[in-house]
């Protein structure tokens, strides 16, 4: 397969519009990132609900241990800084559950934001870019394995624009049918440089 074309203006088009691909891709991955990070800061409040839950839940138990040394009472006396403690860990649970609730949906966003734009150019890319691979590959190897232009020189009198056909002279069709060389070989150096091929020589395709 060849996926450059090896006409040089032609080959500049296809490298652009892999760049100009890239870009866009590139942009929206960006944008994407933009859209997490922003969604993301939702998850602000859990942090602070989590380490303001977290840090209760340790003065809580701390306390708690430090009341269980009075005697005879001291069990008693930690049950309520225990069952404080477990409050202030459900604290720090639910704002880590906000914590997890906004990454999601950060994700979520980023995705649903640049996957459509981003799939649709790359579909449209592959496909062009392959088309063009295995059309421009095929043709290479006909011309390497034949000198004969005629198959391409008829293909150019069948899907070429009437406008072209008539630069090469004013029967193309006729001339063909004679064998015309010259115009058999202006006739295919039309349809392959469509599909992307430096056309042989005169001197060569003739030999």
Do not use: K, N
């Amino acid at each position: 397969m060849r996926f450059y074309a090896q006409d040089a203006a032609r080959c500049t088009r296809q490298v652009l519009g892999d760049l100009a691909v890239l870009a866009w891709v590139a942009g929206w991955l960006w944008v994407a990132r933009w859209l997490h990070d922003l969604v993301a800061r939702l998850g602000a409040p859990g942090r602070t609900l989590e380490d303001a839950g977290t840090s209760l839940r340790e003065g809580l138990t701390s306390a708690g241990r430090s009341v269980s040394g009075i005697p005879v009472v001291g069990d008693e006396v930690r049950a309520p800084f225990d069952a404080a403690g477990g409050a202030a860990g459900s604290i720090a649970a639910a704002g880590v559950q906000v914590q997890d609730g906004a990454a999601r949906l950060a994700l979520a966003v980023a995705v649903a934001v640049a996957l459509g734009p981003v799939l649709v150019v790359l579909v449209a890319w592959v496909r062009a870019r392959w088309s063009f691979a295995r059309r421009a590959g095929a043709a290479a190897r006909l011309v390497d394995s034949a000198a004969d232009l005629d198959l391409f020189a008829l293909r150019a009198l069948a899907g070429q624009p009437v406008t072209r056909l008539a630069r090469v002279c004013d029967d193309p069709a006729d001339a063909w049918r004679r064998g015309d060389a010259d115009v058999v070989h202006a006739l295919a150096a039309l349809e392959l440089r469509s599909l992307g091929l430096r056309p042989p020589r005169r001197e060569a395709a003739t030999r």
